[in-house]
């Protein structure tokens, strides 16, 4: 016998693996692949007197918030991502800073709810300007007003941490912009973490952009997002330019049609990395029924997610939740 012989593995002679073969060896060895407090669930913040229901999930009013994240927390999910069907629409997004405006009564709401909740916030112009676009721009060219735009978005991410956010969530990918919401908050909120988006392209932002009115008006957000073909490498571009402007955590989306980029966002990035399923994946994951659900969940953490953003959330946590009794 060589020495190669020697140290090499030898196989069970009827092909039984020791590690998989009795139920109390692989109970012992095993790990839970997915747990309720990897789950976060989106939060469409809706009029009182808006449509009766949405096939979504987590769209509701205001009245309807308290019992909806009591009812998330009793299922262990304890963190919520609050989007805010805008109002007073005008070109300078002025109903985003009105005091008591549907978003900042959602987070206080969340908070007299489950004080433990943790809230992120979006802080985008796209809800609140009457042109859609994410952005405030020049009433002489046209181009983005990269200043008024900066101050918009930092004034929402304080306004938003006063009335309780736990994280404010930059959504238009503007170099710069990042930096301004951390300069922003660094003013007596410098607790409040910021975490942007990494958005690529896709079809799959459909039904919230529908529910919520945020299609733009004219043309399209392409310049503000990835392009897909490229985002393999400018995902990665992208989250260090984000970290280096004061980042604490990212967001990919969406995951469905990205799963290689979040692998990749994984490998090079150490600060806590969020998978949002987005509202166009919640038709297709219907189809694969609960337990499907939970796999593909499972899937994004084993990808490298902390966190899974999904409108399935509630449904994920429900078939753990069975699965445990």
């Given at each position: 016998?060589?020495?190669?012989?020697?140290?090499?593995?030898?196989?069970?002679p009827?092909?039984v693996?020791?590690?998989?073969?009795?139920?109390?060896?692989?109970?012992?060895?095993?790990?839970?692949?997915?747990t309720?407090?990897?789950?976060s669930?989106?939060?469409?913040?809706?009029?009182?007197?808006?449509?009766?229901?949405?096939?979504?999930?987590?769209?509701?009013?205001?009245?309807?918030?308290?019992?909806?994240?009591?009812?998330?927390?009793?299922?262990g999910?304890?963190?919520?991502k609050?989007f805010a069907?805008?109002?007073?629409?005008?070109?300078q997004a002025?109903?985003?800073l009105?005091?008591?405006?549907?978003?900042?009564?959602?987070?206080?709401?969340?908070k007299?709810?489950e004080?433990?909740?943790?809230?992120?916030?979006?802080?985008?112009g796209?809800s609140?300007?009457?042109?859609g676009?994410?952005?405030?721009?020049?009433?002489?060219?046209?181009?983005i007003d990269l200043?008024?735009?900066?101050?918009?978005?930092?004034?929402?991410?304080?306004?938003?941490?006063?009335a309780?956010?736990?994280?404010?969530?930059p959504?238009?990918?503007?170099?710069?912009?990042?930096?301004?919401?951390?300069?922003?908050?660094?003013?007596?909120?410098r607790?409040?973490?910021?975490?942007?988006?990494?958005?690529?392209?896709t079809?799959?932002?459909?039904?919230f952009?529908?529910?919520?009115?945020?299609?733009?008006?004219?043309?399209?957000?392409?310049?503000?997002?990835l392009?897909?073909?490229?985002?393999?490498?400018?995902a990665?571009?992208q989250?260090?330019?984000?970290?280096?402007?004061?980042?604490?955590?990212?967001t990919?989306?969406?995951v469905?049609?990205?799963?290689?980029?979040?692998?990749?966002?994984?490998?090079?990035?150490?600060?806590?990395?969020?998978?949002y399923?987005?509202?166009g994946?919640?038709?297709?994951?219907?189809q694969?029924?609960?337990?499907?659900v939970?796999?593909?969940?499972?899937a994004?953490k084993?990808?490298g997610?902390?966190?899974i953003?999904?409108?399935?959330?509630?449904e994920?946590?429900r078939?753990?939740?069975?699965?445990?009794?």
């Amino acid at each position: 016998m060589t020495a190669t012989d020697r140290f090499a593995p030898v196989a069970a002679p009827d092909g039984v693996n020791p590690l998989r073969a009795r139920a109390a060896v692989r109970d012992l060895y095993a790990r839970p692949t997915i747990t309720p407090g990897d789950l976060s669930a989106p939060l469409l913040v809706l009029p009182n007197d808006g449509p009766a229901a949405s096939e979504l999930p987590g769209a509701v009013a205001v009245g309807d918030i308290a019992r909806t994240v009591r009812r998330w927390w009793s299922l262990g999910i304890h963190g919520v991502k609050l989007f805010a069907a805008g109002h007073d629409r005008d070109g300078q997004a002025s109903g985003a800073l009105l005091p008591g405006n549907r978003m900042l009564a959602g987070i206080e709401a969340v908070k007299a709810a489950e004080p433990g909740m943790a809230v992120t916030t979006e802080v985008c112009g796209c809800s609140w300007t009457d042109h859609g676009q994410c952005v405030l721009r020049r009433s002489d060219d046209g181009r983005i007003d990269l200043g008024a735009t900066f101050e918009l978005m930092g004034t929402m991410a304080v306004r938003h941490a006063e009335a309780g956010a736990d994280v404010v969530s930059p959504t238009a990918m503007l170099d710069g912009s990042v930096r301004a919401v951390r300069v922003a908050l660094n003013d007596g909120h410098r607790d409040v973490g910021v975490n942007p988006n990494v958005a690529l392209h896709t079809v799959l932002y459909g039904p919230f952009k529908q529910l919520m009115g945020t299609n733009p008006v004219a043309g399209h957000r392409r310049g503000l997002q990835l392009e897909p073909g490229r985002a393999d490498r400018d995902a990665l571009v992208q989250a260090r330019q984000w970290v280096t402007e004061g980042a604490d955590s990212l967001t990919l989306q969406p995951v469905m049609t990205a799963m290689d980029v979040l692998v990749r966002l994984r490998a090079d990035q150490q600060v806590p990395l969020v998978a949002y399923s987005t509202s166009g994946e919640w038709a297709a994951l219907r189809q694969l029924g609960p337990a499907g659900v939970v796999e593909y969940h499972a899937a994004l953490k084993r990808a490298g997610a902390d966190v899974i953003l999904s409108f399935a959330a509630e449904e994920v946590a429900r078939r753990l939740e069975d699965g445990r009794g």
